[in-house]
């Protein structure tokens, strides 16, 4: 059987710590299983974009994007304490939304300029 790992999760919206939940699950979790689990646990939090972050021993807050990131930050976070402390934070204006918002508004504006002759 797997160990079981502790988690706690901190909601974060506009820099402000909204909630903290506490869970566990085994070791042999992903990046896209926590994806879910964070999704289940807050589910109010519906289709919004959001980013896991853990604190490094400088007290930088550092992304989890992938399971290479997943797994050096349960490394380090081993070191500090039993509990694996992840950060969630909310994205408001993501900046892949800027660009494809930009981008469309460009299409347009090239496509206006081509019908004019």
């Excluded at 901190?10 to 939940?21: P, T």
């Excluded at 990046?31 to 919004?48: A, C, M, S, W, Y």
């Excluded at 974009?49 to 081993?78: C, N, P, R, Y």
Aim: aromatic share 10%; with cysteine.
């Amino acid at each position: 059987m797997a160990e079981l790992l502790q988690f706690k999760l901190y909601l974060n919206i506009g820099g402000k710590q909204k909630e903290v939940r506490r869970f566990s699950c085994d070791s042999n979790t992903d990046v896209g299983r926590l994806n879910i689990h964070i999704k289940e646990t807050f589910p109010h939090l519906g289709e919004q974009e959001f980013v896991m972050k853990w604190e490094d021993e400088e007290g930088d807050k550092v992304d989890i994007t992938s399971q290479q990131e997943l797994v050096l930050a349960l490394q380090e976070m081993k070191k500090i304490c039993s509990v694996y402390k992840i950060h969630v934070q909310l994205l408001e204006n993501p900046w892949w939304k800027q660009v494809s918002v930009h981008f469309r508004s460009w299409q347009r504006i090239k496509q206006r300029s081509c019908i004019k002759t």
